[in-house]
């Protein structure tokens, strides 16, 4: 590894682990003072510590548990992520895992109340931390990782199937949420962790730009380059239709072709490079139907 791109690294892992202990520190405070349920794995590991802890009368223990529980579960998926991912997306996840689980663990059972959480009702602390925790996740998909959990298989998924990763992770916390509801019966704290589960999958997909795609319009007298580069470096097809400059009667091109969001400035950077007379428009799509190239998380 090169020192600028351990350099990076490191940076990387310092948001991953900041991102990680914040989210816990709320998590702790809201989530489980409130006695919500959480999401993905760690509403699993939340409905195992809690049945654990109940069922042979240890409570004061349920946070301990939870770090065991949470640890356990995400170990087989973070094998899978390893595998079919990448390995720096698995070490940075790692750093978020251990970090969020540790901090949750230490965390004292009594600082929401001590710090006023108390007092704010179920609906706003439901959203708040929904909002918290969708920014976590996005900060930590924008680093190169994830939150770890289901969210491994979410980017897996997201990779394979261009679909939005809070559209998958909205669908494995339901799943979570219905086992939650057949195990406690609780249907308040169902109804607020849906809000907050909701409200998490909203802000991910808006501020994770990997899930956006954006229609390229670029009218160019240079088409076999500008094609040449788009397909080389970003992977996706184009169309090409003729076009005439209505002022100087000069043949041009319009050239069409779909990337990711994230594609966007380093493409209209490079086009620019190869014609810089080039006019450049873009447009967000909402669906593509029919093959589309999502570049691996490196």
């Known amino acids: 590894m090169s020192k600028n791109k351990y350099l990076s690294f490191i940076n990387k892992a310092i948001i991953m682990f ?3 202990a914040v989210y816990a520190f709320f998590f702790k ?10 999401m ?5 590991a939340v409905i195992a510590s809690r049945a654990l802890g109940i069922s042979i009368n240890k409570e004061t223990l349920i946070s301990v548990f939870y770090m065991i529980f949470y640890l356990l579960i995400n170990i087989p998926i973070i094998i ?5 991912i990448s390995k720096k997306f698995i070490w940075l996840t790692l750093i978020y895992v251990v970090t969020f689980s540790v901090t949750v663990a230490v965390v004292p059972e009594d600082l ?7 007092l704010i009702d179920n609906a706003t602390s439901a959203v708040l931390i929904g909002l918290i925790s969708g920014v976590s996740c996005a900060i930590a998909f924008s680093m190169g990782g994830c939150a770890g959990g289901l969210d491994i298989v979410s980017a897996y998924l997201n990779i394979k199937k261009g679909k939005s990763v809070g559209n998958y992770n909205l669908v494995f916390n339901t799943l979570v949420l219905f086992v939650g ?8 704290s169902i109804v607020y962790t849906l809000i907050y589960a909701f409200v998490s999958s909203v802000v991910l997909d808006r501020y994770y730009n990997r899930n956006k795609k954006v229609l390229l319009e670029i009218i160019t ?12 470096n970003a992977h996706h097809g184009c169309t090409i239709f003729p076009a005439k400059g209505a002022y100087t009667n000069e043949e041009k091109f319009v050239i069409h072709t779909v990337i990711s969001s994230f594609q966007l400035r380093s493409m209209t950077k490079a086009i620019k490079t190869i014609d810089e007379k080039s006019f450049i428009v873009n447009i967000d799509v909402n669906h593509v139907h029919g093959e589309f190239y ?4 490196n």
Do not use: H, W
């Not at 405070?29 to 959480?38: C, H, N, P, Q």
């Not at 007298?221 to 080389?232: A, F, G, I, N, R």
């Not at 999502?294 to 998380?297: E, T």
């Open 294 to 297: 999502m570049p691996p998380i």
């Open 112 to 118: 929401g109340a001590k710090l006023g959480f108390n």
């Open 80 to 84: 899978f992520g390893y595998q079919r």
């Open 181 to 188: 509801l057949c195990v406690f019966r609780d249907v308040a």
């Open 221 to 232: 007298t240079k088409k076999d380059e500008v094609c040449s580069y788009l397909m080389v």
């Open 40 to 44: 993905g794995a760690s509403g699993a």
């Open 29 to 38: 405070v809201i989530v489980e003072g409130r006695g919500f349920l959480a």
């Open 18 to 20: 900041l991102s990680a």
